[in-house]
């Protein structure tokens, strides 16, 4: 064959294959877009005057028991690393299971709840040596993205960051401290609020999974519902946290968008609602929209003691409809008529928190020792779950602050 004529077939086959792989390329940057900030993140400051919590104190009495003993669940299932107990068959003790880090941070925050409740520091103590844990997912790449995210699982999960926020402040609430070790969380809680800021869609709502390392992009196809409303929740309580107007006007931008989408049983947006109320005001649209979640709760659950029936996601109802009633009691809205209808949902659940149960099983005195205050789903499902705790936790101590400031009135 001809000198030339090889030379013209190799730079051919060449050729191809430089086409092939940009094509390649050009269709998974397709697949990953860009994740670029869609408003302005102008510098906020790290350092804001020390605040001191706004908290309110609760009545003795079985259900503030119940919040403790679910506590001390947490506390006694805890490894000395820090590590909480995700999930376990209590009957079988059964521990197989993938874990979910964003649970997993969420339970911590609600072991400082339980301190405040309490006022026993164990609870906090078990807190932060969780935390500490936790905190070691915690990524930033200033070339990269903007702040800090919760890296698992290979990716940055909107609700990671939003969720540290939650422990970070529920932690502020119980201690008034902002600083674990040398660490200052307010400075880490700003810093995730600018990775969920950055989230932000063009539209308005958040693009809710981050890859930091694939050039940096996001999954516009992977969707928590529950994301948008913790993400909303977190920046109501940076607001709190910082006083800085910037994260008020992003929680108000967040929240106009999510009041002019379908209604859904959303317990986190409810507590945003509570969170506006207290802190700024409700719209006569925030209190519409909220009355129709509130409806929709009602209206689609079935509260019976069925044994399949699941209480964890019955405990987000509690959670709800307790966040719902503070909101409409700060605004000077009707709110008794929850009233009713929270105390229902709470049976339902306090009937799972072990040693007591509806399914007639007879708890031996070990297994009570070592699982008592948990939580189990179901009479066919005997697991207790670390969300399970937290939205009980969470839940019923919205309602017993709920019901001090009726009575204070």
Known sequence: MPLNRKKFFWIAGFLLVVTIVVLRGLNQNALATPATPTVDISPSPTWTPAKIPVTIRIQDGPLKNAIIDAGDYLVRQQLPNGELSYQVDFMSGERSYSPSYLRLIGGTGSLFTVCRVSGDSKYCDAGDLALEHYLEFLISEPETFKG????????????????????????????????????????????????????????????????????????????????????????????????????????????????????????????????????????????????????????????????????????????????????????DTDHKWLDPEIRTFITFVQARQLPGNNCGWTIPAETAANFGGGIFSSCEEPTIRVDGLQNWINGATTYLEYQSMINEK
Not at 178 to 204: K, Q
């Open 148 to 331: 800090t995210c919760l890296y698992t699982s290979g990716n940055c999960q909107l609700g990671g960051s939003a969720l540290t926020v939650d422990a970070i402040y529920k932690r502020w609430q119980a201690t008034g401290d902002l600083f674990l070790g040398d660490r200052n969380l307010l400075n880490t809680a700003i810093d995730l609020g600018y990775f969920i800021v950055s989230m932000r869609r063009p539209e308005g709502g958040f693009y809710h999974s981050y890859d930091p390392h694939f050039g940096g992009t996001v999954d516009s196809d992977f969707v928590m519902t529950n994301f948008p409303g913790e993400s909303l929740l977190a920046l109501t309580q940076l607001y709190e946290m910082t006083g800085n107007e910037f994260w008020l006007k992003q929680a108000r931008d967040v929240n106009d968008f999510m009041i002019a989408q379908p209604i859904s049983e959303d317990h986190w947006h409810s507590y945003v609602f509570s969170m506006l109320a207290r802190l700024d005001a409700l719209t006569e649209t925030d209190k519409s929209y909220a009355r129709q979640i509130a409806d929709s709760i009602i209206a689609g659950e079935v509260r019976s003691l069925h044994p399949s029936n699941n209480s964890i996601s019955s405990a987000t109802k509690v959670e709800a409809l307790s966040a719902l009633a503070q909101a409409f009691y700060l605004s």
